[in-house]
């Protein structure tokens, strides 16, 4: 299979296994059954991640319409994966402040527009987009792009966020966090070598080991590191397992584009 084509095959659980639970069609078969949110992880609070935001939208199989996660980046931007980003902008739904997207509560917003990186599906990495609100979450926090791509090192303690599956560990739908330690780039150019893993545009994250990770339905939300936006959930090979962790898009490798659109 083709890099490009094996990456698509990889993203392409976020309308089906995103919201129903199921193994996505790409990973290879977990040994102990199908897993499914952030695995791993513990039960989190908006109310101390507010820059955290639920991306919805209208096609999502899941009732809740949970489809993919986002990142407050100023009042009236959100940024989040490319590959969350192709659906028309009137379908999507930012909710900001709702822990349990079953619930009510919290601000939403329709968005207006979408800029997806055009390099993305072009060359590896590039899975970044920014969306515009119609309702901009005034006065709520944002964070700051990181700049530096000195960040990206191992060892370095980020944290991802988000609404996705938990393969059975916790609650659906339901804001959790785990930690992702960085793995470092010559990790992932190992054992993602035929996935054509970017060092330049992504960050390698998680354990080798396995037991905790982002999943299907994380996408596009937030790995953060010394309070600034540091990856995008962008990709994996099933969740939570040995020798597959997660990648996220290299947030300072692009943050030159993305604060463009973002001041736009
Ligand atoms: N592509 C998935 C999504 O669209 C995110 C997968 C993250 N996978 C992982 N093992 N960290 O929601």
């Not at 490009?4 to 919201?19: E, F, K, Q, Y």
């Not at 926090?141 to 609404?163: I, K, Q």
């Not at 959790?176 to 330049?200: E, M, R, T």
Request: include cysteine.
């Amino acid at each position: 299979m083709k890099a490009a084509l094996a990456r698509a095959v990889l993203m392409a659980g976020v309308l089906t296994a995103a919201s129903l639970g199921a193994v996505s069609a790409n990973a290879a078969p977990a040994p102990d059954g199908p897993k499914t949110r952030i695995v791993g992880g513990e039960l989190a609070k908006t109310a101390d991640a507010p820059w955290a935001i639920a991306l919805n939208n209208s096609g999502s199989p899941s009732p809740s319409g949970q489809y993919c996660g986002s990142t407050l980046v100023a009042a009236n931007k959100i940024v989040t994966a490319a590959h969350c980003a192709t659906e028309a902008a009137s379908t999507y739904t930012a909710i900001q402040g709702r822990d349990k997207l079953t619930d009510t509560g919290g601000k939403t917003s329709k968005i207006t527009s979408i800029w997806a990186d055009p390099e993305y599906g072009k060359s590896p990495g590039h899975d970044v987009a920014v969306m515009t609100l119609a309702t901009p979450f005034e006065g709520v926090p944002t964070l700051a792009l990181e700049t530096s791509t000195a960040a990206d090192t191992a060892g370095a303690a980020s944290v991802v966020y988000g609404w996705g599956a938990t393969e059975g560990t916790g609650p659906a739908d339901t804001f959790q966090k785990v930690a992702a330690p960085v793995l470092g780039d010559a990790y992932c150019s190992d054992v993602y070598a035929s996935q054509n893993y970017s060092a330049a545009g992504e960050i390698c994250a998680g354990y080798k080991e396995g037991g905790k990770d982002s999943c299907q339905g994380d996408s596009g939300g937030p790995l953060v590191l010394n309070g600034r936006l540091f990856g995008v959930v962008s990709w994996g090979i099933g969740c939570a397992d040995a020798g597959n962790p997660g990648v996220y898009a290299e947030v300072a490798t692009y943050a030159a584009a993305l604060q463009a659109q973002i001041d736009s």
